[in-house]
């Protein structure tokens, strides 16, 4: 696997200054890593534990490899599971996304749930700004622990995909990430894209599905974020945007705000050189005011921007 190719040396004690949250960093992205990394937040996963990731669109190479996070899953005795997705492609239905999985390789390694196969539920939400709850699958009443595992890269949307994203949307139901999208407009997916205007409406409602999603399950969850093959666009573009950072390594926290602003902070403060250019991500995260998902979580107390960097590579 790919080991970090930029010095964070400079980096990561000015991010550790006023820490309050601990977020968890190795350059090392490996299987042995992800496990590490998850031993060392402290946190167990124990019961039935669903593993939450992006099963990746179909012709995008970026997603997280099956081979990468088969120790964690196998460590953990997971399940992956995913939610289908609310625009065309190979994930809007529970067959094409099936395809996608089988060709992606998951199903090969790990038993896979589609949390939204057989319908949805809804859960209640703290922050009632914009959404009245959070429309998730119906096969999340099946887990105890959620593993929240992202790849942490741009989104055309939202600026940036990490813990809160895959969270929120990435849990939500196809209806549900039209609810999310249209900020309580539309809990259906026919339209959805005509009706996509109030956009920090967007953001805000990413965090309060967020939080809804921690709260459900009271507490038993852990965030992790692996920063490698990052480009402007998240894994469900077909055809994404070339790679132009350096791989960075993997971070972790129980805190999805915390790790979400710690790694915005390594990419903004990424001094560019050959080959690892972060103008692009970062004029991708501003334009579409992405930080605003991890302020307005922080606003309604699901986490804390401030933190501390724990490096376990040192121990």
């Not at 038993?220 to 994404?240: F, K």
């Given at each position: ?16 200054s ?21 031993e ?24 997280l490899?099956p081979?990468?996070?088969r ?28 395809e ?7 199903d090969?390694l ?10 949805e ?5 703290r922050?009632?700004?914009?959404l ?13 622990f ?9 989104h ?8 809160l ?51 459900y399950?009271?507490?038993?969850t ?10 402007v ?16 390594g993997?971070l ?14 390594i ?10 250019d ?19 979580a922080e606003?309604?107390?699901?986490g ?12």
């Amino acid at each position: 696997m790919k080991r970090i190719l930029l010095s964070l040396a400079m980096i990561l004690p000015a991010l550790a200054s006023f820490a309050q949250s601990k977020v968890y960093f190795t350059s090392d992205i490996s299987p042995e890593a992800l496990v590490r990394i998850y031993e060392a937040v402290g946190r167990k996963a124990e019961g039935r534990v669903a593993v939450k990731i992006s099963t990746g669109e179909a012709g995008n190479p970026n997603y997280l490899k099956p081979t990468l996070i088969r120790n964690l899953v196998d460590r953990v005795h997971g399940t992956i599971v995913e939610c289908n997705t609310a625009y065309g492609g190979k994930r809007n239905t529970n067959a094409a996304h099936w395809e996608t999985i089988k060709a992606h390789g998951f199903d090969s390694l790990f038993a896979v749930d589609l949390l939204d196969e057989d319908g949805e539920m809804k859960i209640p939400v703290r922050d009632r700004k914009h959404l009245k709850y959070d429309i998730v699958g119906s096969h999340l009443a099946r887990y105890d622990f959620m593993i929240n595992l992202a790849h942490f890269k741009g989104h055309p949307m939202g600026g940036l995909g990490g813990a809160l994203k895959n969270a929120s949307i990435g849990v939500a139901s196809a209806n549900g990430k039209a609810y999310i999208h249209t900020a309580g407009y539309q809990e259906k997916v026919e339209g959805l894209w005509d009706h996509v205007s109030d956009h920090d409406g967007f953001l805000e409602s990413m965090a309060a599905a967020a939080q809804a999603v921690d709260d459900y399950f009271g507490g038993n969850t852990l965030y992790i974020n692996v920063m490698n093959n990052m480009t402007v666009d998240c894994d469900c573009v077909a055809r994404p945007e070339p790679v132009r950072l350096k791989d960075v390594g993997i971070l972790a926290s129980t805190d999805p705000v915390a790790l979400d602003q710690a790694c915005v902070d390594i990419i903004f403060n990424i001094k560019p050189s050959a080959g690892n250019d972060n103008k692009p991500l970062t004029e991708r995260i501003k334009s579409r005011h992405g930080t605003h998902t991890i302020d307005h979580a922080e606003k309604i107390g699901l986490g804390s921007k401030q933190y501390t960097i724990i490096d376990i590579d040192k121990k």
